[in-house]
């Protein structure tokens, strides 16, 4: 049984940090790119980084370069995702979520055949 478990979210004042990890289980995770995504209240679930099986491939939505940053550690099966200088328009509820399809992943939420429950992420300005 594949399961995806995020950590890390809170509530953090503007510029402030966070560190959210996904802990992968049940699944070869070196062979699964790997992506974050999030979804604000009322909004569609939106893309944020993804990353390609052995981390050599990475791409970021354009609001966040700069100040996001994705990582894994295959050895440990498990997906960073570093926050900082975070902004109040960053608040939603972030997912990780794996695919098998392609070596960099997507950014089309439809391609992610496996997801995390969510973490709430709440920046206060």
């Known amino acids: 049984q594949v399961q995806l478990v995020e950590s890390g979210g809170g509530l953090v004042q503007a510029g402030g940090s966070l560190r959210l990890s996904c802990a992968a289980s049940g699944l070869s995770f070196s062979g699964y790119a790997m992506g974050w995504f999030r979804q604000a209240p009322g909004k569609e679930r939106e893309f944020v980084a993804r990353i390609s099986r052995i981390g050599s491939r990475i791409y970021y939505l354009e609001s966040v370069k700069g100040r996001f940053t994705i990582s894994r550690d295959n050895a440990k099966n498990t997906l960073y995702l570093q926050m900082n200088s975070l902004k109040p328009e960053d608040t939603a509820v972030y997912y990780c979520?794996?695919?098998?399809?392609?070596?960099?992943?997507?950014?089309?939420?439809?391609?992610?055949?496996?997801w995390g429950q969510g973490t709430q992420v709440t920046v206060a300005s």
């Open positions: 979520a794996a695919t098998i399809i392609g070596y960099t992943g997507s950014q089309n939420p439809n391609d992610y055949g496996y």
